[in-house]
Nanobody, 123 residues
């Protein structure tokens, strides 16, 4: 329904910051809730953050609460994940996802996914 492309990943030192971007195309972005998930080698996909269609509601996983901020700019068809105080445990492939319903923590309920961007945090 909507195509998503992530960017902004890279290799950084612990304690630094990084901002991921997710560009949407194909359909009206404001009709979709957006989420960020991450997956480390050998582990299941983990919920990171989610934001409502309008941007008025947000949710965060316990491990990133207070450090990460999700946002969106519907006029630019773009979503963001600002990551501060990065830790080695944050190392993973980060995916943005979208769905036509309300935001949720469950990855199985999202219908559209980007290809992912690698974030590596060195100690």
């Amino acid at each position: 329904q909507v195509q998503l492309v992530e960017s902004g990943g890279g290799l950084v030192q612990a304690g630094s910051s990084l901002r991921l971007s997710c560009v949407a195309s194909g359909r009206t972005f404001s009709n979709y809730a957006m989420g960020w998930f991450r997956q480390a080698p050998g582990k299941e996909r983990e919920f990171v953050a989610a934001i409502s269609k309008s941007g008025g509601g947000t949710s965060y996983g316990d491990s990133v609460q207070g450090r990460f901020t999700i946002s969106r700019d519907n006029a630019q068809n773009r979503g963001y994940l600002q990551m501060n105080s990065l830790e080695p445990e944050d190392t993973a492939v980060y995916y943005c996802a979208a769905r036509g319903g309300v935001r949720t923590t469950s990855p199985t309920l999202y219908t559209d996914w980007g290809q992912g961007t690698q974030v590596t945090v060195s100690s």
